[in-house]
């Protein structure tokens, strides 16, 4: 079966601090891959996906940015971090084509 | 272009009383509707989804919702509410897929509260 993975779960960082956000899939081979934010009292935005390894879309301009080194690996990273970046990130896969995401546990990041 | 609307924010039952979230969507395709739910700080579960065929799709938990192509909306029902739904949850509209992307609109979430 198939299970998504997210590190940390939280975290707690200053402003202007690097970020670095990971998430794996197992049992799977070439998903597409997703970042979502979701901030407090708002819906799910998505900030990035990624239909293969080094291919990644934005779809919200920020001081964000996403890689793919791996298949199933998918990382979310900052060089400075500001307040507006809190929030619960999460991270999703799909099958190529498929309809449906599936979600990782989420990771609490909270800019101080 | 597609959107999704939760028309409710916050919706609360008590236990043992009938639930209803309501999604309206706006697609310009035959849209795929998902229903996901979010316990706090956790990820999102699909409870269950629409993909064109049956327009009464049974989910998990007691969960169904009734896709109504004339009234565009896909709202989530159950019979008899637990204490363990109460949770946000989410209406999500998917385009066909194309170029290898599936894009999703979620709506902004209804949060039920369940009454002892």
Not at chain 2, 20 to 37: D, E, Q, T
Not at chain 2, 86 to 98: G, I, L, Q, T, W
């Amino acid at each position: 079966s198939q299970t998504i993975h997210q590190w940390p779960a939280t975290l707690v960082q200053p402003v202007g601090s690097p970020l670095s956000l990971e998430c794996t899939v197992e049992g799977t081979s070439n998903p597409n891959l997703y970042w979502y934010r979701q901030a407090a009292g708002r819906g799910l935005q998505l900030l990035f996906y990624s239909v293969g390894i080094g291919q990644i879309s934005s779809e919200v301009p920020q001081n964000l940015s996403a890689s793919r080194p791996q298949d199933r690996q998918f990382i979310l990273s900052s060089k400075k971090l500001l307040l507006s970046d809190s929030g619960f990130y999460l991270c999703a896969w799909s099958v190529l084509g498929g309809y449906e995401q599936f979600f990782g546990p989420g990771t609490r990041l909270t800019v101080l | 272009a597609q959107s999704v609307t939760q028309l409710d924010s916050h919706v609360s039952v008590s236990e043992g009383t009938p639930v209803l979230l309501r999604c309206n969507y706006s697609s310009s395709y035959s849209p795929s509707l998902f229903w996901y739910v979010q316990h706090p700080n956790k990820g999102l579960q699909l409870l269950l989804k629409y993909t064109s065929a049956a327009t009464l799709v049974k989910g998990i938990n007691g969960f169904e919702a009734e896709f109504k192509k004339s009234e565009t909306s896909f709202h989530l029902t159950k019979p008899s509410a637990h204490m363990s739904d109460a949770a946000e949850y989410f209406c999500v509209v998917s385009d066909p897929y194309s170029g290898g992307y599936q894009k999703v609109t979620f709506g902004t979430g209804t949060k039920l509260q369940v009454i002892p």
